[in-house]
């Protein structure tokens, strides 16, 4: 068992003012694996008044001194690639298949900066004036736990691609995974006070850097709920705000696709990290007139889901992060079929064989109306609805009418008519045949998803503010 009784302020890993212990629980099986010292409001000033401190020097830094801090970051995560996907598996229940992907998504981070660094003007000209892209200042960086390292990884390398320093405060779930990524940065030798990391609760420390006057700007993902929380508090000093928030994402299978592909397809996509996914596409929208085809290779196809031991190459979702979140994924599931929606496969209970751990029935409803709870309301787990369609028209109808609008999927054999469909689509990513992803495309929500983008040359100047220089 691991114990973690520091943070890391100022370049150092420092005793934290806060006593209070959280443990931590393996969601594989109960197991407690470590226990995490939580910070409070002093930890956060003290972290707040280096990266201030800090950001006076390092806002004036060259593209090429940044591009030398990412070139560091990069390659000291590198050496514990391995390390971080292990305990990644081990606290979180990730897949080693997600797992690794994700620790590979954070290392491509540094890389994506170093790119988007090199094309980026931070001088242009409007008009006769000349317009200079300046950092905004110090970052609240608040992370959750179902992809932590990604998530901190890509937010820090903006933050410094833009000349920003910054205070993080990742899930107090993560903190075995937080503290192998910040000793990771130590040892990329970065300038003191650049990087500062508090664990804590989102009312303590949360609030703390959300209400700090010297916090510039919050870059926050994870549920609706809170975003609106940290947007509201966010007004009173007038931060800007990043929010990438939840989703209900819509998968359009048009009638002329290859039913035999897209569904299946569509089935593991919905389950991506075990359903504890924002951009999950847990709505399937297909033809009416197809629904019994549909269900028969949709039920299939969920048969051949693996639930179990996350760490074995074989598994395609594992168990919930908690025992609160596998049981408000068991709550649904009761929901969906109070509302007399039709249960295809999965329901409620754990798999056999594995009671001990946190670990949900790969489940399907079939006739699902729209306007039902579970097709409206993002429950974080492995739970497909499918949701039969009259036309073209009705589909899209369908597909935007939700309060959610971060992701969508189209499939279709024609590819103009599918980005027809996504044309119409009120969501910040569509992708086309496929689950894809572009680390240099504008990555965010419509409507209640959230609020600016992230990634690439539209994420990194969420991170600066423009300053005209009228000659």
């Not at 001990?356 to 429950?379: H, P, S």
Request: charge should be negative; include cysteine.
């Amino acid at each position: 068992m691991k114990s973690i009784n520091k943070g890391y302020i100022n370049g150092e890993f420092v005793t934290l003012n806060g006593t209070q212990i959280f443990d931590l629980i393996n969601p594989t099986n109960h197991q407690k694996i470590g226990e995490v010292t939580l910070g409070d409001e002093k930890d956060v000033q003290l972290a707040v008044a280096a990266a201030k401190k800090s950001f006076e020097s390092f806002s004036k830094t060259s593209i090429e001194e940044r591009i030398n801090l990412l070139k560091n970051l990069k390659a000291a995560v590198s050496k514990k690639e391995n390390e971080l996907i292990e305990v990644m598996i081990l606290e979180y229940g990730g897949t080693r298949q997600f797992c690794t992907m994700s620790v590979q998504n954070a290392l491509a981070s540094f890389d994506n900066a170093i790119e988007t660094l090199q094309h980026f003007e931070f001088q242009r000209t409007a008009g006769h004036t000349l317009v200079q892209m300046t950092p905004v200042g110090v970052v609240g960086i608040i992370t959750p736990w179902n992809s932590s390292n990604s998530f901190i990884c890509s937010k820090l390398a903006t933050a410094i691609a833009a000349g920003c320093t910054v205070v993080v405060k990742p899930s107090e779930m993560s903190a075995l995974q937080t503290q192998l990524l910040t000793e990771c940065f130590h040892e990329a030798g970065l300038p003191k006070g650049l990087y500062n990391m508090v664990n804590g609760l989102g009312n303590v420390v949360g609030s703390a850097i959300t209400n700090h006057p010297d916090i510039a700007k919050i870059s926050f993902t994870g549920s609706t709920v809170t975003g609106k929380q940290i947007a509201k508090s966010a007004v009173d000093t007038v931060k800007r705000v990043t929010l990438e928030l939840g989703g209900k994402s819509p998968n359009i299978i048009l009638e002329d696709a290859d039913f035999n592909q897209a569904i299946p397809q569509a089935v593991f996509g919905a389950y991506m990290n075990s359903g504890q996914a924002c951009i999950a596409p847990t709505r399937l929208l297909v033809p009416k007139s197809k629904l019994q085809e549909v269900n028969e290779i949709a039920k299939a196809a969920a048969e051949q889901v693996v639930v179990g031991n996350p760490g074995n190459q074989a598994t395609n979702v594992g168990p919930m992060v908690s025992e609160k979140q596998y049981e408000r994924v068991q709550s649904y599931i009761q929901i969906g079929l109070d509302e007399g929606a039709t249960l295809l496969t999965g329901g409620v209970g754990k798999p056999e064989g594995l009671e001990d751990g946190n670990f949900v029935k790969a489940t399907i409803f079939t006739n699902v109306r729209n306007n039902m709870r579970i097709a409206q309301e993002e429950i974080f787990g492995p739970v497909l609805s499918i949701i039969p369609y009259e036309n073209e028209a009705d589909a899209i109808a369908i597909a935007n009418d939700t309060v959610y609008g971060l992701a969508a999927y189209v499939t279709s054999a024609d590819e103009s008519r599918a980005v027809s469909v996504a044309s119409q689509i009120d969501a910040g990513r569509v992708c086309i045949n496929g689950f894809k992803h572009d680390p240099l495309a504008p990555f965010g929500g419509f409507k209640q998803s959230g609020i600016g983008r992230e990634f690439g040359a539209f994420g990194l100047e969420e991170y600066l503010e423009p300053k005209s220089i009228i000659l």
